[in-house]
């Protein structure tokens, strides 16, 4: 199989992290998001991928990109949207099913298993649901038999509501009934949502939640929610194999920024320095070349990134500072996300 990751936006809501930076560059872990996305295809055997891009589209150029596979992009003048992106990639798509991710997630689950109920139902697409996260809008209906009704809000409860995960797989017949619309346009509102009201059908996969890892970087609490999930869920050994072996072998194997698990729970990269007065609480994760001086207390939940400096006496728990940032002395950081080559200084506060 071919897939597209969709990865134009802005990213707007993730800012100022997306000021300097695509979106799907953005690093979770020291990964860049749509690292995680390749490994996910790559496992599953797709050897073809074509990216769309607008925003910073230089910086792709950097991407890892796993073993056999190949990347293909374009660079949109303007934005496409989600529909028009896809359909800049037609010419490559037409011979067999593909699969469409958008490009700010991660996630892991059983794809054989999606993919063997798209083939089986022989509908024109297959949405990937997940159970409706309540501070999530968005809205997906779908029947006993597996049949997406609806996508939007509605009034009624006659449905099981879902989210839709940002994963499709899509029939090649797709580009024979799609319509030019002006751009940009959306695969789900300009594409889905008439063609389900015309009669058409959209199958609905939702995964087993237990064995479904998900997370999206929709905005700085998604991004934060989703550095302490993946670190806390590896500190336990409760992530799943397929990401923590991604983890720990991109870790183990970076020619430049090596990353080890010093203790149970405390990850190190090459460089570090952490003065003896200082106190760790696990999980941390603490990348290459950065200092912990005299007096901290990192963790729990803290990820920090390469050549950031903690002053003395700072206090820092369930937090991301990104590379090169400084925290000036005595500074408390608590549930935030500091970005990239920012200098930050709070009066510190008491933690019990």
Known sequence: MKAVILSAGYGTRLRPLTDKVAKPLVKVLGIPVIEYTLNFLSINGVKDVYINRHYFPEQ?????????????????????????????????LV??????????????????????????????????????????????????FSNIVDIGKREDATYQEYMFAGFHIINPAFFSKVKDKEAPSCIVKDFYIPFINEGGRITGFVPDED??????????????????????????YKLDSQLESFLSDYWFNSEDHRVVESVEGVWLGEGYYIDHNATIKPPVFIGAGSKIMSGCIIGPDVVIGENVLVSENSQINNAVILDNSKVLSSSFVEKMVIGSDFTFNAQKRVIN
């Not at 991710?101 to 697409?125: E, S, V, W």
């Not at 297959?126 to 779908?142: A, C, G, P, Q």
């Open 95 to 144: 011979d067999d099913d593909f699969i469409v991710i958008n490009g700010d997630i991660i996630f892991n689950f059983d794809f054989k298993q999606a993919y063997h109920m798209h083939r089986t139902r022989k509908n024109l697409a297959t949405m990937v649901l997940r159970e409706k996260n309540k501070d999530i809008n968005s809205f997906v209906y779908m029947d006993d």
């Open 211 to 236: 064995a479904f890892f998900w997370s999206e970087l929709g905005d700085l609490k998604n991004y934060l929610d989703a550095n302490v999930k993946i670190l806390s869920l590896l500190s336990r």
């Open 60 to 92: 792709f150029e950097h991407i890892k990109i796993p073993q056999g596979m190949k990347i293909t992009f374009s660079t949109e003048k303007n934005i496409l949207g989600t529909l028009g992106g896809l359909l800049s990639f037609k010419e490559h």
